[in-house]
């Protein structure tokens, strides 16, 4: 008996297992890979109606920001990922995003926030 899940209104069943492929019939083709892979080619395929492969998906590769700011004021954590923008340091503050310079930020805090001290 084979695994079979159901996902997005598309069967995937276990196809290997030593090698935990998985696969499903999109579009009228048969498609092979990771379970996550497949997944993700029937979310495109539903969402464009454009079929990918599995492995395009899984050599995906995000880089972590390189040099990441932070400081803290006044108990709020304020950020900077970008490395030569002055301007693109945020902060979360109840649940709402802010983004700025880091003294426009520094001043909302003075005004705007009670903080601990």
């Known amino acids: 008996m084979k695994k079979r ?3 997005r209104g598309y069967n995937v ?3 290997d297992e030593k090698t ?3 696969s499903a019939r999109i579009g009228g083709k048969r498609v092979l890979g990771s379970l996550l892979g497949v997944k993700q080619s029937i979310d495109w395929w ?3 109606n454009i079929l990918r492969e599995p492995n395009n998906f899984d050599k995906q590769d995000f880089d972590d920001a390189k040099t990441k700011k932070q400081e803290e004021y006044k108990g709020v954590q ?3 990922d970008a490395e ?3 301007k693109a340091w945020y902060m979360i503050i109840k649940g709402n995003l802010l983004k700025g310079s880091l003294p426009a930020l520094k ?3 003075d005004k705007n926030v009670v903080t601990k001290t």
């Open 5 to 7: 899940l159901y996902h």
């Open 13 to 15: 069943e276990l196809a």
């Open 20 to 22: 935990e492929e998985y």
């Open 46 to 48: 539903c969402d464009t």
């Open 78 to 80: 304020i950020m900077n």
């Open 84 to 86: 030569d923008n002055d």
């Open 107 to 109: 001043q909302f805090i």
